[in-house]
């Protein structure tokens, strides 16, 4: 059966907009119940931006958030994971990490606000769309019944809410 805090980790290339927002947001609502990391495969070493006004617009935290590599979490001394998600657009044809030391693993596919070009209003536009489809499927998932829930009975609700 599983206990709580439900450790995730949101992984992407650059760690530096979907995972962060996921993290942040998970944190946030999850009170609690989830404890919510993220990391990149290659990260880019700062918290974009745009993603840092969003969630000051909205009165989320910032303060801890980072870009960190994928390192941190194969450490001895990193917290023992529950689920992975990545959330890099396969549409984008992006290369999304892999990571096999969790039990789940979970893709929520979501369009790079980083890899938007041209005016700033446009980047923010991207960035607040991006950040509403992740706090609409970080809300499904807090509204999960996650405890005493068996890993394979976890896998079975978590996919069920996985974006089409």
């Known amino acids: 059966m599983h206990k709580t805090p439900l450790k995730i980790l949101f992984l992407c290339t650059g760690n ?3 995972s ?4 942040a947001l998970l944190n946030y609502y999850g009170q609690g119940r989830f404890e919510a990391y993220s990391a990149g495969s290659n990260p880019v070493g700062e918290v974009n931006p745009f993603v840092v006004e969003t969630l000051n617009d909205v009165r989320i935290s910032t303060a801890g958030l980072r870009s960190k590599s994928w390192d941190e979490f194969a450490s001895a001394r990193a917290p023992i994971l529950d689920v992975v998600i990545t959330v890099c657009d396969n549409a984008a044809k992006e290369k999304c990490p892999i990571w096999y030391s969790a039990p789940i693993h979970l893709h929520w596919g979501f369009a790079d606000p980083a890899a938007v070009e ?3 209003i446009a980047k923010r536009y991207e960035t607040r769309r991006v950040y509403s489809d992740i706090e609409s499927q970080i809300r499904k998932l807090i509204a999960l019944p996650i405890e005493g829930l068996t890993p394979q009975q976890l896998d079975i609700q978590l996919r069920a809410i996985a974006p089409r």
Request: glycine share 10%; aromatic share 0%; net charge negative.
């Open 20 to 23: 962060i927002m996921a993290e």
């Open 118 to 120: 041209g005016p700033e």
């Open 16 to 18: 530096s907009a979907r």
